[in-house]
């Protein structure tokens, strides 16, 4: 069964400094990896979206990349902003489209 | 890009009524499509997948006769919450994988806040 976990839980950081966060599954055998960023009593936003013969995905201040054979992933988030304070879930998407999601880490930038 | 919606958006009942919540596909077909629930602080759970003109695949643990799942058209499923508890009360998902695979985000609706009295 795909496990997927996200450290840390919770991080708060001032404004502008560079961050990383960290997500792991057991399973490699995965198609790809998502990142997503939830507010609070809101929906998903997808983020960046990384194919399992991808290596990394850059989308303006945010570059994810992902390991698959050690079944990690981190998205790098620069120059954060207090606009960038959130929930990040990651998840591995597997065979018949089934996502596993990780716990999320939630993000607060300080200004 | 692709929309998924949800109605309701929120929605607020007594114990032991049935809820339903719709997901639709506003601008594609949509073969299957997926159930999430959240709990306060806590990550999607997948409930079950809902597949058009066939019954659902439920999640162990979750009991197929509280939730029951009706994916009747291409463009629209939906979730039935029946007698339902206040430990019913969630954050009810749903999205739909592309049409085509390689590389593609599912698009997500953008839920249903249930809240059970």
């Known amino acids: 069964k795909q496990e997927v976990t996200q450290i840390p839980a919770a991080l708060s950081v001032p404004e502008g400094e560079n961050l990383v966060l960290n997500c792991s599954f057991t399973?490699?055998?995965?198609?790809?990896l998502q990142w997503f960023r939830q507010d609070p009593g809101k929906g998903l936003t997808s983020l960046l979206l990384i194919q399992s013969s991808q290596r990394e995905q850059t989308s303006g201040r945010l570059n994810a990349s992902l390991d698959k054979s050690s079944g990690r992933s981190t998205l790098y988030i620069a120059a954060s902003q207090p606009g960038d304070s959130a929930t990040y879930l990651c998840?591995?998407?597997?065979?018949?489209?089934?996502?596993?999601f990780g716990e999320g880490t939630q993000l607060t930038v300080n200004p | 890009g692709a929309v998924v919606s949800q109605h309701p958006s929120w929605v607020i009942c007594k114990s032991g009524t049935s809820v339903k919540i719709e997901c639709r596909s506003l601008?594609?077909?949509?073969?299957?499509m997926f159930w999430y629930r959240q709990f306060p602080k806590q990550s999607l759970m997948l409930m079950a997948t809902s597949n058009e003109g066939s019954k659902a695949t439920y999640e162990q643990g979750v009991e197929k006769d509280k939730f029951l799942i009706n994916h009747a058209s291409l463009t629209l499923s939906t979730l039935t919450v029946t007698s339902a508890h206040p430990e019913d009360s969630s954050f009810y998902i749903c999205?739909?994988?592309?049409?085509?695979?390689?590389?593609?985000?599912?698009?997500f609706g953008p839920g249903t806040r249930l809240t059970v009295t």
């Open positions: 998840a591995v998407e597997t065979s018949g489209s089934r996502l596993t």
């Open positions: 399973d490699s055998a995965i198609y790809n």
């Open positions: 601008d594609f077909q949509a073969t299957t």
């Open positions: 999205s739909a994988p592309p049409e085509t695979r390689g590389g593609y985000e599912q698009y």
